[in-house]
């Protein structure tokens, strides 16, 4: 089991910044990739950021690229997005993700990871 903590939300004006921050605890040792999805009210739950644990970053969204960035510190085991120049469009829960064994990367991609975070709000109002 791997059980994912997630910080960092809130409330930011928009052109504003906020850092993510997932820390994965239990059975680390067998995680590959870990990632970023949000999903906004009515809307399905969409990937923002993935990267692997020994560096590959997959492709950011249009809706986010050049604007948030997904870095990763292994030795805390901790995933983290930078979000900067937010818009009132990001609006919505942030949710970590891990992805393990086979497969692992499309999985990830593919919004079928092993685990979920319980996510954390964000949202960008004036």
């Known amino acids: 089991q791997v059980q994912l903590v997630e910080s960092g939300g809130g409330l930011v004006q928009p052109g504003g910044s906020l850092r993510l921050s997932c820390a994965a605890s239990g059975s680390i040792f067998s995680v590959n990739a870990m990632g970023w999805y949000r999903q906004a009210p009515g809307k399905q739950r969409e990937l923002v950021a993935a990267?692997?644990?020994?560096?590959?970053?997959?492709d950011y969204p249009d809706s986010v690229k050049g604007r948030f960035t997904i870095s990763r510190d292994n030795g805390k085991n901790t995933v983290y997005l930078q979000m900067d120049s937010l818009k009132p469009e990001d609006t919505a829960v942030y949710y970590c993700?891990?992805?393990?064994?086979?497969?692992?990367?499309?999985?990830?991609?593919?919004?079928?990871?092993?685990?979920w975070g319980q996510g954390t709000q964000v949202t960008v109002s004036s």
């Open positions: 993700a891990v992805a393990q064994g086979s497969s692992f990367w499309h999985r990830l991609l593919n919004g079928r990871p092993d685990y």
């Open positions: 990267n692997t644990w020994s560096g590959t970053v997959a």
